[in-house]
């Protein structure tokens, strides 16, 4: 069963700073990554997608894929109090074909 | 973008009583999704649902739980009878196919007194 573990839980920032999302995933078959950010008292909306290892910019976000170490981050450059807000990593594809979430960072932008 | 629509936003109902929530999927999307999720934590898949059939479910939807879109209406949960560990967020989700962004909609807070 395929597993989706988060690092750190939570993450305080400066406005304007880096925030770096940690996601590992346990099955080798995993094609399909996702960042999900939830802001409270929403749903979840997609904020990017990764499929290829490597690099994947939109705007002042970067994910990163490297299928080989089940590893996929997220980069946040410029971070501002908007972006806080619970990040999820979500996988599908392999052996699952539903979208498994890890249990999310709560990152926290101070100004 | 893309509105999935939840109703009710809340819920209150006894322990025993049965609950239907309703949701309202993107109009061209083709899958259709429900999650849990407790204190603003974990988002736990319950079940997905395509052509009229639910595709997957977790052990967490249990034999009290069912679902279904007639007509193309809303697509619902059904939970009968409830339990107190039934208490949480419940999130409709939708796709316009396998694999593909899920929508999620604002979600309906269930409390099971």
């Known amino acids: 069963q395929q597993k989706v573990q988060q690092s750190p839980e939570s993450l305080i920032v400066p406005e304007g700073g880096m925030a770096s999302l940690n996601c590992t995933f346990s099955d080798r078959n995993s094609q399909y990554f996702w960042w999900y950010r939830q802001h409270s008292g929403e749903g979840p909306k997609a904020l990017m997608?990764?499929?290829?290892?490597g690099d994947k910019k939109e705007g002042r976000f970067t994910a990163h894929l490297n299928k080989a170490s089940l590893h996929v981050s997220l980069h946040i450059k410029d971070s501002q109090p908007s972006d806080s807000a619970l990040y999820f990593c979500?996988?599908?594809?392999?052996?699952?074909?539903?979208?498994?979430f890890g249990k999310g960072t709560k990152l926290s932008v101070k100004s | 973008g893309p509105k999935v629509l939840q109703i009710p936003s809340h819920q209150i109902i006894d322990m025993g009583q049965m609950v239907t929530l309703n949701c309202d999927p993107v109009?061209?999307?083709?899958?259709f999704y429900w999650y849990k999720q407790i204190l603003g934590q974990q988002m736990e898949f319950l079940v997905n649902f395509y052509n009229g059939k639910v595709m997957e479910k977790s052990k967490l939807f249990k034999d009290q739980f069912s679902v279904e879109r007639p007509d193309g209406s809303y697509f619902t949960l059904k939970i009968q009878p409830t339990a107190l560990e039934d208490s949480a967020v419940y999130f409709c989700?939708?796709?316009?196919?396998?694999?593909?962004?899920?929508?999620f909609g604002a979600g309906t807070r269930l409390s099971v007194l």
């Open positions: 109009s061209n999307h083709l899958y």
């Open positions: 989700a939708s796709s316009l196919w396998s694999q593909n962004t899920l929508y």
């Open positions: 979500a996988v599908s594809g392999g052996s699952n074909a539903k979208l498994t």
């Open positions: 997608s990764i499929f290829s290892n």
